[in-house]
């Protein structure tokens, strides 16, 4: 006899299929459909949902096809025995990630539609020094689609933001030069610069994005060959530079023969999002153009994809990709197929964007009861304590209840900051309740650091 299992597919969108499909793996995660259960008959589901039987088929056969099922000849189909639940149920709140929704499902599927082209799997096991025209062409029309202009061979891949970030110091300064940055921002950058001998200057941060006095009086006085910015979601500051900021950068970037590294990986809502500074550089001629953009898909879909990609203008394009292949003959053409068909996928996004906006707001709700001066944008927030509490008092007791976040220490900033990131692997029940630890948390240590005082 089948499971007595009737989802609400009104929680899912796309094909009604895909929808029962996407259901049944939330239900198996969840655990509400168990080891060795079986599935309903695929026509008292049908009947009881109000779908055709054909759909209910169709989805069985892609949980199948996603390893979740097995179907039984003349049985049914049942769940695996596997446990699909996630094994780290740590509340970890300090390292950037989306929350984990479909992409096992897209991933999934797109290894499925790769796997059934054995002609192009021969294709992408070659070598291939130079990225493969289609790829770069796929990945050009994406980003037209979120009116990011470029031509499309000007888009260089990398395993991941780090390597574009390093590749591009590596390949247009050399060691004791000078590269200014934001004076809180992206460890990684000064571990690349560390590497490559080259000297950060950091430039201060106003409400607005940079310095802009200080930030002129810097290129004249120090020389640089590169500027590193986080623009549209300031790392960790959550700042967004604004129109008139982002014009004045290329101008005296530009004026000075500076080139700017515009990091656009951190991941924001669509209605947080505006267009990169590389777009404003484009209205250049192709000799003062200054920006070289910098993104990738680990905080739009999953950190363990390395997908990173660069637009480069096109003459300095040749010492970064010089800079590439010194530390890897090629990047992947196996690794961006996937990533082609990931972001071809019209369920890329699922329902995640919803997610992070009810997480975010019950994040805000928290800081709003705190009564902390904080700034939120995408999957990240940065919350300011009162004094006398410190940054180290909360991260430490956080960390002896399972709850990970940042200090502002680990940004160069000592204003005594923490950063909380939204996206960690848990359901919404459980992210209410780790945020709830939190709030009681910082309740609990500011009264006992009061009495102390």
Not at 315 to 335: D, E, F, T
């Amino acid at each position: 006899m089948g499971t007595i299992w009737s989802p609400n597919l009104e929680n899912y969108t796309g094909a009604k299929y895909s929808r029962l499909a996407q259901a049944a793996e939330d239900a198996i995660k969840s655990g509400e459909l168990t080891a060795h259960a079986k599935l309903p008959p695929q026509r008292l589901l049908a009947d009881k949902l109000g779908i055709t039987v054909g759909t209910v088929t169709r989805a069985y056969a892609l949980l199948e096809q996603r390893g979740y099922v097995q179907a039984k000849v003349g049985a049914g189909t049942f769940v695996k025995s596997s446990d699909f639940r996630a094994t780290d149920q740590k509340a970890n709140f300090a390292t950037c990630q989306q929350p984990f929704t479909n992409q096992t499902a897209v991933l999934s599927d797109a290894l499925n539609q790769l796997a059934k082209t054995p002609q192009r799997l021969t294709q992408l096991m070659q070598y291939h020094a130079e990225p493969l025209s289609e790829h770069q062409l796929k990945f050009s029309q994406w980003l037209h689609r979120r009116n990011i202009p470029q031509m499309s061979e000007q888009i260089v891949f990398t395993h991941g933001g780090q390597q574009g970030l390093f590749s591009i110091l590596n390949g247009l300064m050399q060691a004791g030069e000078s590269l200014l940055c934001e004076a809180s921002c992206y460890p990684g950058i000064h571990v690349a610069a560390e590497q490559l001998g080259l000297k950060t200057i950091p430039v201060s941060l106003t409400d607005e994005g940079l310095n802009l006095a200080e930030l002129e009086q810097k290129m004249v006085q120090c020389k640089p060959k590169v500027l590193y910015l986080t623009p549209n979601n300031q790392n960790p500051t959550c700042i967004q530079y604004s129109a008139a900021q982002r014009e004045a950068i290329i101008t005296l970037a530009r004026s000075n023969q500076v080139v700017i590294i515009e990091d656009d990986v951190n991941y924001c809502l669509p209605n947080e999002w505006h267009t990169p500074m590389w777009s404003l550089d484009q209205t250049a001629n192709e000799d003062q153009q200054c920006v070289i953009y910098l993104s990738s898909l680990s905080k739009m879909f999953c950190g363990g994809l390395r997908q990173g990609f660069l637009l480069i203008p096109s003459r300095i394009i040749g010492p970064v990709k010089k800079a590439i292949y010194s530390q890897c003959w090629m990047v992947s053409p196996l690794n961006t197929e996937l990533a082609c068909l990931i972001i071809e996928n019209n369920d890329f996004m699922g329902q995640r964007e919803q997610l992070i906006a009810n997480r975010q707001a019950l994040c805000i709700a928290m800081g709003e009861r705190l009564q902390l001066k904080q700034t939120w944008r995408g999957l990240n927030g940065w919350l300011q304590l009162k004094a006398p509490l410190k940054a180290h008092h909360v991260v430490t007791a956080l960390a002896q209840k399972g709850i990970l976040i940042r200090n502002g220490d680990d940004f160069n900033n000592h204003d005594n900051f923490i950063r909380l990131s939204t996206g960690a692997a848990l359901d919404e029940q459980q992210f209410s309740q780790q945020l709830n630890i939190i709030e009681s948390t910082i309740r609990q240590l500011k009264q006992s650091a009061y009495s102390v005082v």
